[in-house]
C-alpha cells in the first residue's frame, strides 16, 4: 500500500506540470484569438508586438516547471549578447527538450516571446499547438525533393518586412540523434561519405536547405547565427555507453541533473552565401559539436588527474622529481585515454596500458614498504580502472 502511494507520488511530478501547461494552452490561445481579431484592422508590425508579448508570458509558465520546478542546473559556456539581436539558432537535435532549451537562452535576453521555429511538417497536426506555431511565425518544412523553398521564402519575408523581430530556431540534423537508432546514424555517415565531407559520431550530418534558405532570405535583417551544442548530463550508462537523451517526462521528473549549452555567436558578414561555401562551413561547425557532444569519460579523467596530484604531492612533501615526472608522465597517459574512450568507449589501448602499468609499479611499491599513501591507493585505484576498462571492452 504504501509502496504503490509513493510510486504513484513519483509519477504526479510529471503530471503535475504537464496538467498545468495543457490546461491552460486553450485560454492562452482563446487570448490570442480575441488579440488576432481585433488586430486585423492594424498594422502588422503592432499585432507582432503584442502576440510577442503574449507568447512570452505563456512561455515564461512553460520554462518555470523546465528550469525552476525541475531543479536543473543550466550551464552556459560562451558570453550571451546582452542586448536582443535577430538571428538564427543552429543547434543539434538529441530530443524533444532541446524546443525548451531556446527558450532558456533566448530568456537570458528578455527575447522569449521572438522565438520561432522551423518545424518538420508531421508537427503541424500537433493538437492546439501545430496550428498556433504557424501563426507565430513558425515555417513547417518537409524533407529532401519535396523541400518547398518559395512557400519558407515567402513566410520569411512577410515575417521580416512586417519588423518582427526574429529568433529563428532550426535543428539541421532535421532528426533527432538517438544511438538506439543505429540505421538512422549508419545513413547519415554514408551521405556524408558520399559528399566527400567529415564523418560525424555524436551528431547527424547537417542539411543545409532551410538554414541556407533563412540565411539568405534573411541577411540584411540578422545580427548574427548562434551556434548552440547542448549535452545532457547523465548520457552514459554504466557500461560507458551513450544512451538516449532525456524525454519530456524525464526532464521534468528531474532525472537530468545539469545541462551544458556551449554558446558561439557567430557575425552574419562571417558566414559565406554560397551554397556549396555555406554546406562546408555549417559542417564544420557541426564537426566542432560532435567533439563537443561526445560522452566524456569523467571517471577516466578523474583518475588522470589524481595521479597527477599525487605525484605533485610526493614532490612538495619528500622533494621527489621521481615521483612528480611519474605523475605528469602517467597523468598525461591516463588523460589522453580518457580522450580516447570519450570519442570512443571501445578505445581503452591507452588507457588500460597506462593503468596496468602504473598498479603493476605502484604494487610493487606498496609490497616494498607497506604504505597505503599513496603507493596502496593508487594500486587500488589503476586496478579498479583496469576492471573498469575489460567491462568496458566486454560488454
Known sequence: MLLSLVVHTYSLRYWFPATIMLGTAPAYLLSWGVWRLLSTVLPARVYHKIDDRLYCVYQSMVLFFFENYTGVEIIVYGDIPKRKESVIYLSNHQCTA?????????????????????????????????????????????????????????????QTEAGAPMYLVIFPEGTRYNPELRSVISDSQAFAE?????????????????????????????????????????????????????????????????????????????????????????????????????????????????????????????????????????GGLSAYGAYNVSHDPKDITVLLVSSGLLSVVMGMRYKKSGKLMPAGVMTGLSLLMVFRLLLLILA
Open 98 to 158: 532541446d524546443w525548451i532549451i531556446a527558450d532558456m537562452l533566448a530568456i537570458r535576453q528578455s527575447a522569449l516571446g521572438h522565438v520561432r521555429y522551423v518545424l518538420k511538417d508531421g508537427l503541424k497536426w500537433l493538437p492546439l499547438y501545430g496550428w498556433y506555431f504557424s501563426q507565430h511565425g513558425g515555417i513547417y518544412v518537409k524533407r529532401s525533393a519535396k523541400f518547398n523553398e518559395k512557400a519558407m521564402k515567402k513566410k520569411l519575408l512577410r
Open 194 to 330: 558520399k559528399e566527400g565531407l567529415a564523418i560525424l559520431k555524436h551528431t547527424l550530418t547537417p542539411r543545409m536547405k532551410a538554414s541556407h534558405v533563412a540565411l539568405e532570405t534573411m541577411r540584411g535583417h540578422l545580427d548574427a547565427v548562434y551556434d548552440i551544442t547542448v549535452a545532457y548530463e547523465g548520457a552514459l550508462n554504466s557500461k560507458g555507453h551513450r544512451r538516449p537523451a532525456p524525454s519530456m517526462p524525464e526532464f521534468l521528473c528531474k532525472e537530468c541533473p545539469r545541462v551544458h549549452i556551449h554558446f558561439a555567436r557567430v557575425d552574419i558578414k562571417e558566414i559565406p552565401p554560397e551554397p556549396m561555401f555555406f554546406r562546408r562551413w555549417l559542417h564544420q561547425r557541426f564537426e566542432l559539436k560532435d567533439r563537443t557532444a561526445m560522452a566524456v569519460d569523467w571517471i577516466g579523467f578523474g583518475y588522470a588527474a589524481a595521479i597527477a596530484f599525487g605525484g605533485f604531492m610526493g614532490y612538495k612533501r619528500k622533494g621527489s622529481v621521481m615521483s612528480l615526472m611519474a605523475g605528469l608522465v602517467f
